[in-house]
Nanobody, 120 residues
Framework: VQLQASGGGLVQAGGSLRLSCKDSRRTSSNNAVAWFRQTPGKEREFVAAVSWNGAITTYSDAVKGRFTVSRDRASNTVFLQMNILKPEDTAVYYC??????????????WGQGTQVTVSS
């Protein structure tokens, strides 16, 4: 598996978590990376994305102002800092490599998910 997501866990409402998505390749990726989340019985939904160089970020309305996506090219890792978490943020979170250098909505490959559970 090329992308490895980690950092999920159980947190109380109002708390924070930071997810990581590590690309196992040695060279820095020139692809945008996006985070998605999915709950049982629902379709996977877009959360946030970052361009190849970190300069352009995109967020869903549900997380805008609370989540921050960033990347460290030196370590080939993309982060999702999640603050002011709500119970409705509970989901399995996935990272995905986009086909383009700026998020285009076309995932090329997926990492395995990491569970985030927010208790009320």
């Amino acid at each position: 598996v090329q992308l490895q997501a980690s950092g999920g866990g159980l947190v109380q409402a109002g708390g924070s978590l930071r997810l990581s998505c590590k690309d196992s390749r040695r060279t820095s990726s020139n692809n945008a990376v996006a985070w998605f989340r999915q709950t049982p019985g629902k379709e996977r939904e877009f959360v946030a994305a970052v361009s190849w160089n970190g300069a352009i970020t995109t967020y869903s309305d549900a997380v805008k102002g609370r989540f921050t996506v960033s990347r460290d090219r030196a370590s080939n890792t993309v982060f999702l800092q999640m603050n002011i978490l709500k119970p409705e943020d509970t989901a399995v979170y996935y990272c995905a490599k986009d086909r383009r250098s700026v998020y285009s909505g076309s995932p090329q490959s997926w990492g395995q998910g990491t569970q985030v559970t927010v208790s009320s």
